[in-house]
């Protein structure tokens, strides 16, 4: 069974750090990329950061600078350093890994709270 378990989240002050982390097990099949989504109350989904199986990163413009996101292969885990925080980045935030296993699968974290105050 796909367990993937998100830890990290948290109340911050604005300017202040968090890291999340996304502990993924049961997985079958080769990793192509694992990433973070957000969801801010009233909005969809969007996506924050992803990495490849080939560390290539990609972030969404409001992040840029500002959040890394990172793997460790050897625990099957990946990060999201997120610095400078802005009230903005309130939202849950959800790890997400897709895996190809004769087709692609996209499997979901429970997701995890992000509270920036001003």
């Known amino acids: 069974q796909v367990q993937l378990v998100e830890s990290g989240g948290g109340l911050v002050q604005a300017g202040g750090s968090l890291r999340l982390s996304c502990a993924t097990s049961?997985?079958?099949?080769?990793?192509?990329?694992m990433g973070w989504y957000r969801q801010a109350p009233g909005k969809q989904r969007e996506l924050v950061a992803r990495i490849s199986n080939g560390d290539t990163t990609n972030y969404v413009d409001s992040v840029k600078g500002r959040f890394a996101i990172s793997r460790d292969n050897a625990k099957n885990t990946v990060y999201l350093q997120m610095n400078s925080l802005k009230p903005e980045d309130t939202a849950v935030y959800y790890c997400?890994?897709?895996?190809?296993?004769?087709?692609?699968?996209?499997?979901w974290g429970q997701g995890t709270q992000v509270t920036v105050s001003s």
């Open positions: 049961g997985i079958i099949g080769s990793i192509i990329h």
């Open positions: 997400s890994v897709v895996v190809l296993r004769g087709g692609l699968y996209t499997y």
